[in-house]
């Protein structure tokens, strides 16, 4: 078959930027891809992963739904028999121990979101109560912090900023923003600009920084706390602005005054003056943005470090104007929690870990399960995830896995988790479907995408709109009585669909039923086949309320016609559409009270008593800091099942830097066992001056077992789930303390 040469456009589904891209398409592969030029956000820009997409698009793929039999093994049965068992499974739990014994898992593959807005219905028809997902095993820490600190998320505008600083973060590898690696580019040519890193390692963002802070693995805090006490010692704060926009400065300022910098510096082992003259390069900048990452979200002391970053860009007045933090506009509400402090708030049923944002955090999911305590958890449904691989501890996700009454997982691959279900749902591809992302967080003029098919699905699959629907309806939840009255206002037109549907939402158990709803009714008055994306109509009229004046700058109106308006865009632009064109005002009218505070006194308390903590130091069992999962050139998230993806590093070596390797003496290419407190691993080494002594880091997205045996190392069969933030619960995987030991020296 000949290649289509028509150029479709769609998206790259490898880290949230989904930047926009075009293929071109052979029977069921992606054959050329490239930059798509007109996305409103991307602007043709690609990173060399995205054009390996096909290993995504065709590895390990599943045909048909599969149940597992009592030897353990998989049989394929017809989807009739696989909801009608599942909902009879999903219901007898609910009946014996309560819907809130039924746990949820994922609905957010990245850039696979679409299916996950569905998944709120199938929780209601069962009476699930608890969820979690990756942001509960990275983002939970800052969540909670930027809710009492501002009572919204917030971005940074890196492409207009006179100083970028980023803590933890290498986004010339995992990006995190449009077009990252061009813009690192620009702020690093122009004399003008600065760009500051905060980060244990030489990375390829350090590379190209003016300041590149190479701290101590584990002592972020301290550095974070020295950068915020020269501000203050030095009169550094914009203090003409904290007075007008910030709460709890004086609870702060005595704190940040007493912080004995050169000591501070000396523990995170950089240059006080380098501290100093950062401090001072922030200060005296117009514009500054921030970005925090895994680096110190996945550290100790991480929740702490998170409220410490904020100080340092809230107290010298980036916030609301060009180049600085914002709130954007959005078409989730994912990360808005309000936040609680720690004794309060929802909290999960076996162990009261706090519940950040609606998520159980991830390293108490086994705690959940293995246990004889009633409330457990007894049924899972893992939705477009991995946490049989993602999770610390993988062993014991195992073990919590088989240990449940049912397990169901939706996915479009066998995937490490999918082994261990008892039955497994077969989805199209991202590029087989109707899929978007609701990671949108550009501005002033923020990006959505609908993204179209461009292949179709092969027979015997069923998306998980449809997967969600057929659930809901074989509990009884819903039925042809609800959807009729809705169906026959559909075919009258929106407006009479609206009035129809709307009054129905003041009921709180319909409302939680609303995706399925939408897609059975609204769903099919779609055009070309966009059913899925009959739940963005409710979005789009609530994004049409809360951000009016974004909406209409856009131009799309007001009032309802805005709202359809916005939705019929969403559903004609292929390429991604503007859906709100702010002013810089914007951000402070998004948040819930008209100041910032600072003053958060559990977190404060921490900070004023650094000065008594023992600074985290090398175990002389495990003399070495691992940071398992470092984000790489040919690294990606575990939807890249194929190893052959990988231009370069294909076995996923141990970087350890020059001074380690003359010790133990060993070279690259050399084979070395790594030992944790969780297990061990024998892997390749590469030998790097980019890594401090005693610091080691292995890569993401290895150890999948794809046609074959693994590949490289999976990360989380060296972790643990008791290694966590005392805050939030989110894991230490950038801090496991590890031992090396030679196996075998490279062929010469």
């Given amino acids: ?44 820009y690609t990173c060399n992963k995205a054009l390996r997409l096909d290993h995504y698009q065709n590895a390990d793929r599943l045909d048909s739904p ?52 569905y998944s709120t219905a199938t929780m209601a028809a069962f009476g699930a109560r608890y969820r979690s997902s990756a942001l509960a095993q990275e983002k939970t820490g800052e969540f909670w912090v930027n809710a009492r600190m501002l009572g919204a998320p917030h971005r940074a505008d890196f492409e207009h900023c006179e100083v970028a600083l980023f803590i933890g973060k290498n986004p010339y590898q995992s990006h995190g923003f ?19 890193v905060v980060d244990p390692v030489r990375s390829d963002t350090a590379e190209l920084a003016d300041f590149h802070l190479q701290v101590r693995p584990g002592t972020d805090l301290w550095l974070l706390s020295a950068l915020a006490g020269t501000l203050v010692q030095e009169g550094l704060v914009d203090s003409d602005w904290i007075a007008e926009h910030v709460d ?31 401090a001072r390069r922030i200060a005296r900048a117009d514009s500054v943005a921030v970005y925090e990452d895994l680096g110190i979200q996945m550290n100790r002391n991480s929740t702490v470090a998170s409220y410490v970053e904020k ?105 490490e988790t999918a082994r261990h279900a008892d039955y497994v749902l077969p989805t199209p591809t991202q590029f087989e479907k109707f899929e978007c992302t609701f990671f949108t967080f550009d501005f002033p003029r923020n990006i959505f995408h ?67 709803l939408l897609y059975r009714t609204l769903g099919p008055t779609l055009p070309g086949g966009a059913e899925a994306a009959a739940v963005l109509w409710a979005a789009a009229h609530q994004m049409a309320l809360a951000n009016a004046d974004g909406v209409r700058n856009a131009g799309y109106g007001e009032g309802l016609t805005a709202g359809e308006r916005l939705f019929d865009a969403i559903l004609s632009g292929a390429h991604g559409i503007v859906t709100t064109d702010d002013t810089y005002d914007a951000s402070w009218q998004r948040l819930p009270r008209p ?10 308390e921490v900070v004023a008593g650094l000065v008594d903590r023992p600074a985290p130091n090398p175990d002389p069992e495990f ?10 050139a040919f690294t990606a998230n575990t939807i890249m099942r194929d190893p052959t993806w990988r231009k370069r590093d294909a076995s996923g070596d141990l970087r350890l830097s020059t001074a380690d390797a003359r010790v133990l003496g060993i070279d690259s290419g050399d084979r070395v066992r790594l030992t944790t407190r969780a297990g061990s691993a024998e892997v390749q080494v590469q030998v790097t001056d980019a890594m401090r002594a005693g610091h080691i880091s292995l890569p993401n997205g290895f150890g999948l077992t794809s046609t074959g045996a693994a590949v490289g190392v999976a990360p989380n069969d060296l972790t643990r789930t008791q290694d966590r933030d005392e805050w939030v619960g989110t894991p230490w995987h950038k801090y496991v303390p590890a031992r090396i030991e030679v196996v075998a020296a490279s062929p010469s």
Avoid at 13 to 35: A, D, T, Y
Avoid at 180 to 195: E, G, H, N, W, Y
Avoid at 318 to 332: E, I
Avoid at 459 to 485: C, K, Q, W
């Fill in 595 to 604: 100041r910032l505070n600072v003053d958060l006194p559990e977190l404060l």
């Fill in 450 to 516: 609908l993204r179209h098919p461009v292949l179709p699905a092969p027979p015997g699959l069923l998306t998980e709109p449809e997967i969600h629907a057929r659930l809901v309806e074989e509990s009884g939840a819903l039925g042809e009585e609800d959807y009729a009255p809705l169906r026959s206002a559909a075919e009258q037109g929106r407006e009479a669909f609206a009035q129809a549907f709307l009054p129905l939402m003041a009921d709180p158990g319909m409302r939680r039923l609303a995706p399925v």
């Fill in 248 to 278: 709890g400065y004086e609870s702060v300022e005595p704190v940040l005054r007493t912080v004995p910098v050169a000591e501070y510096a000396r523990i995170a082992d950089v240059p006080e003056d380098l501290v100093r003259n950062v």
């Fill in 178 to 196: 449009p077009r990252a690696r061009s813009v690192l580019k620009q702020i690093a040519k122009d004399p003008t600009r600065s760009l500051i």
């Fill in 1 to 44: 078959m000949n290649a289509d040469a028509s150029w479709h456009p769609t998206a790259c589904i490898l880290c949230e930027c989904n930047c926009g891209i075009e293929v071109q398409v052979e029977g069921r592969s992606l054959v050329k891809i490239r930059g798509d030029k007109r996305h409103p956000a991307s602007a043709g």
């Fill in 623 to 632: 003399p070495f800091v691992l940071s398992a999962g470092e984000r790489r």
């Fill in 311 to 415: 100080l340092l860009w809230v107290l010298t007045g980036n916030f609301g104007k060009p180049g600085t933090a914002y709130v954007p506009s959005n078409l989730s509400a994912i990360g808005r929690d309000r936040g609680s402090p720690a004794g309060e708030g929802p909290r999960s049923p076996v162990v009261s870990a706090p519940i950040i944002s609606g998520l159980v955090p991830c390293n108490v999911i086994a705690d959940e399960v293995l246990t004889e305590h009633p409330a457990r958890y007894r049924a899972m449904i893992v939705e477009s995830s991995n946490p049989a691989h993602s999770l610390a501890e993988s062993a014991r996700m195992r073990e919590a896995l088989d240990a449940l009454d049912l397990c169901v997982v939706i996915d479009v691959a066998m995937t």
């Fill in 66 to 117: 599969l149940r597992r039999r009592p030897d353990g093994t998989f049989e394929r049965i017809d989807w009739d028999t696989a909801i009608t068992e599942i909902a009879a499974r999903l219901t007898g739990i609910k009946q014996q121990y309560g819907g809130e014994t039924i746990f949820y898992y994922g609905g957010g593959g990245q850039g696979n979101h679409l299916g996950g807005a």
